[in-house]
């Protein structure tokens, strides 16, 4: 098993930054990728980033590319989300996620494919 544990969300004007936290612990050798997904009350929950966990390899939805950075810590089992020129769409549930599957394409863009979840943290942008 892999806990997952997000924080960093808050209140913030559009425009701004803010940075979310995943601290990973338990069988993490497992983890193949993580990412980054978000969710409005009512609606699908989203993919926004994701990273290879070993090599690093980056992908991001379109409406956040540019201005999400998602990054990861291998030694301190930490993953990260710069969000930067945030906007009132943005406001969701973050939730950070854990895969130990391999996946291919956009196979690796929805939410089944991955194993583990935290508990997400509130991100709310005003305009």
């Known amino acids: 098993q892999v806990q997952l544990v997000e924080s960093g969300g808050g209140l913030v004007q559009a425009g701004g930054s803010l940075r979310l936290s995943c601290a990973a612990s338990?069988?993490?050798?497992?983890?193949?990728?993580m990412a980054w997904f978000r969710q409005v009350l009512g609606k699908e929950r989203e993919f926004v980033a994701t990273?290879?966990?070993?090599?690093?390899?980056?992908s991001y939805a379109d409406s956040v590319k540019g201005r999400f950075t998602i990054s990861r810590d291998n030694s301190k089992t930490m993953l990260y989300l710069q969000m930067n020129v945030l906007k009132p769409e943005d406001t969701a549930v973050y939730y950070c996620?854990?895969?130990?599957?391999?996946?291919?394409?956009?196979?690796?863009?929805?939410?089944?494919?991955?194993?583990?979840w935290g508990q997400g943290t509130q991100v709310s942008v005003s305009s």
């Open positions: 990273v290879g966990w070993y090599g690093g390899l980056t």
């Open positions: 996620a854990a895969r130990s599957k391999r996946c291919s394409g956009a196979g690796c863009y929805i939410a089944s494919a991955y194993d583990y």
């Open positions: 338990g069988r993490t050798f497992n983890i193949n990728a």
